[in-house]
């Protein structure tokens, strides 16, 4: 996925990183929470994005941040090259739907409840 993608990571105070790292179960209840939200985000952005042939809602996937050692982090994108100009042309409109920003306005919608979930996360766990 190289041409339009967003990533989450956690990150924050070392203390509940160390407390993540150490307790399996904290560690695998975050790791859901990462997956579902970036799964929802893949969701999100696939509904919004315009379409024609179908190629690049097709092609919105999440997936594990292989470089993240800790796999605490996703990324949520396409590989397809035209996927930037119609996230950020506010003059493309397509004439079987979607909207221009999907990724941006996808992800102001999950981060909130992303959020949500993990503080709720934390919470349990202390």
């Keep these: 996925m190289a041409?339009?993608?967003f990533s989450a990571e956690l990150i924050g105070e070392e203390n509940i990183a160390k407390q993540i790292r150490k307790n399996s179960g904290l560690r695998e209840?975050?790791?859901?929470?990462?997956?579902?939200?970036?799964?929802?985000l893949q969701s999100r952005?696939?509904?919004?994005?315009?379409?024609?042939?179908?190629?690049?809602?097709?092609?919105i996937r999440w997936k594990w941040d292989k470089d993240d050692n800790d796999e605490m982090s996703t990324i949520v994108g396409t590989n397809v090259p035209y996927?930037?100009?119609?996230?950020?042309?506010?003059?493309?409109?397509?004439?079987?739907?979607?909207?221009?920003?999907y990724f941006r306005k996808s992800m102001a919608e999950v981060f909130p409840k992303f959020k949500t979930e993990l503080e709720n996360t934390l919470k349990r766990a202390a």
Excluded: I
């Design 3 to 5: 041409d339009l993608m």
């Design 83 to 101: 996927a930037a100009s119609q996230e950020f042309d506010e003059t493309f409109h397509h004439p079987r739907g979607g909207e221009w920003g």
């Design 29 to 40: 209840a975050v790791r859901k929470v990462l997956q579902a939200n970036s799964f929802y």
């Design 45 to 59: 952005s696939q509904d919004r994005c315009p379409v024609d042939t179908g190629t690049l809602k097709r092609s």
